[in-house]
């Protein structure tokens, strides 16, 4: 969470490995969206408890 608007200043066109808490990280799927969403492709691990197998 504090380097998201670093990914978009870095040029990059997506971010990955975006990790909820529930598995370690610090990712807050609402507020990535917001701050950063509209600027770059978000890539795989937002939301691994609700999402798995689908």
Same mark, same amino acid.
């Given at each position: 969470?504090?380097? /998201?608007? /670093?990914?978009?200043?870095?040029?990059?066109?997506?971010?990955?490995? /975006?990790?909820?808490?529930?598995?370690?990280?610090?990712?807050?799927?609402?507020?990535?969206?917001?701050?950063?969403?509209?600027?770059?492709? /978000?890539?795989?691990?937002?939301?691994?408890?609700?999402?798995?197998?689908?």
């Amino acid at each position: 969470m504090p380097i /998201l608007e /670093l990914i978009v200043a870095n040029g990059c066109d997506a971010s990955e490995t /975006l990790s909820p808490p529930a598995v370690g990280g610090d990712v807050v799927p609402e507020q990535v969206k917001a701050r950063i969403g509209s600027k770059v492709a /978000l890539i795989g691990g937002v939301d691994y408890i609700n999402q798995a197998g689908t």
